[in-house]
């Protein structure tokens, strides 16, 4: 890559899988090489899929730039690399079909590879259907979990990010049944630390406020209702208090958001899925960002799954898929910048406001 582009980051965006709305939305969110002065992006998956698309979408002066690796990239145009055999590929919008879910896997191997190697400074995921991606590469109820393992994380933290609204949840991808039993101190206090690292060295807050939710009905209702809430929520809450954390909680969860209390926060810690992403995704919906907090390097994904019943219709918004691209982008600047002041003691790392900082804003401020 030319030394005139280095500023510009190098995203990688994997198709998801290509039965399903990942498709759309990429092609929708890049069109005409719109982000081309944002980031420089390369796509994962098929070109032959993404044209067959792209001529659907009636998108016919606009080209694709296919590549075959990441070092061979155009600074200028929309890039892709092809993942697999595609000549025999069939695209049926809306079918569950075990060559879509392979083609998602594929694709996702091949950005993973090209992260961990530095020739893209940040993923971008589309979305996968979790039950055709399975295979013995693939025994993970989710992304998160699988780049968890990528990266020599024993866990990752999902963090949903909309401006600012922040919302980390305990436990991800489990049954319900298995909530209570994943809810310890040890487990706790590593997700808190997750979170407040993230919002300092991604965020750029210098002294982050986090609300914790409890597990229970009304937080417990003093023990009535559960003792969760007494017996290791609030010890956890009260050691990081203690060290000067600005840590605050358990919250009874529907009241919390209900009452917009999670607007006096920096973010905001659910004790499982549901519990955080549907106030979220009933707050930002079209405009969530996944981002996988807690790893050495920047992943985002939008906040939505792969839509079968709109897919092949022109109906997919591509709102959160744009705003993970800006997210990745700002954190991936960010950190770069953090990484840089750090390296020469000699330069004092100016203090950044809330306001200042480009993900503050999910994507509409950018970070030059």
Not at 12 to 29: F, Q
Not at 192 to 202: A, E, P, T, Y
Not at 233 to 256: C, H, M, R, S, Y
Request: hydrophobic share 40%; aromatic share 8%.
């Amino acid at each position: 890559m030319s030394d005139q582009h280095s500023d510009k980051p190098v995203i990688g965006i994997t198709i998801g899988d290509y039965n399903g709305i990942g498709p759309e939305v990429i092609l929708k969110a890049l069109e005409g090489n719109q982000l081309a002065k944002l980031c420089t992006p390369i796509i994962y998956g098929s070109l032959r899929v993404l044209n067959h698309y792209r001529n659907q979408l009636e998108m016919k002066e606009w080209t694709l730039h296919g590549i075959q690796k990441a070092d061979q990239v155009n600074h200028k145009l929309t890039n892709v690399i092809t993942c697999w055999h595609d000549h025999q590929t069939e695209v049926e919008p809306g079918k569950v079909t075990a060559e879509a879910g392979q083609g998602s896997l594929a694709a996702l191997k091949r950005a993973v590879e090209d992260l961990k190697e530095g020739k893209i400074q940040a993923l971008v995921t589309g979305p996968i259907n979790k039950d055709n991606i399975q295979s013995e590469a693939f025994t993970f109820p989710g992304h998160t979990e699988f780049l968890a393992q990528a990266f020599g994380k024993e866990d990752a933290l999902m963090f949903m990010v909309a401006g600012e609204l922040r919302v980390g949840v305990l436990t991800g991808h489990i049954p319900l049944e298995q909530v209570r039993s994943q809810i310890t101190a040890e487990k706790l206090t590593a997700k808190i630390q997750q979170i407040l690292q993230s919002l300092k060295g991604d965020f750029g807050i210098k002294k982050p406020r986090l609300a914790v939710l409890g597990l229970n009905p009304h937080a417990g209702e003093n023990g009535l209702l559960g003792t969760e809430e007494i017996d290791i929520i609030q010890p956890v809450i009260k050691t990081f208090k203690e060290k000067g954390n600005l840590v605050v909680g358990p919250f009874p969860a529907d009241g919390f958001f209900a009452a917009q209390t999670y607007k006096k926060y920096d973010a905001v810690l659910a004790m499982y899925h549901d519990q955080g992403l549907i106030p979220f995704k009933t707050l930002a919906f079209n405009e969530g960002v996944n981002f996988t907090a807690g790893l050495s390097v920047v992943r985002t994904s939008p906040d939505h799954g792969t839509a079968y019943n709109i897919a092949g219709k022109n109906q997919a918004e591509p709102g959160s898929l744009l705003q993970a691209i800006y997210l990745a982008c700002d954190i991936s600047r960010f950190r770069i910048f953090n990484a840089e002041m750090d390296k020469n003691a000699l330069v004092s790392k100016p203090q950044q406001s809330e306001s200042q900082h480009p993900a503050k804003s999910g994507g509409k401020q950018r970070f030059n």
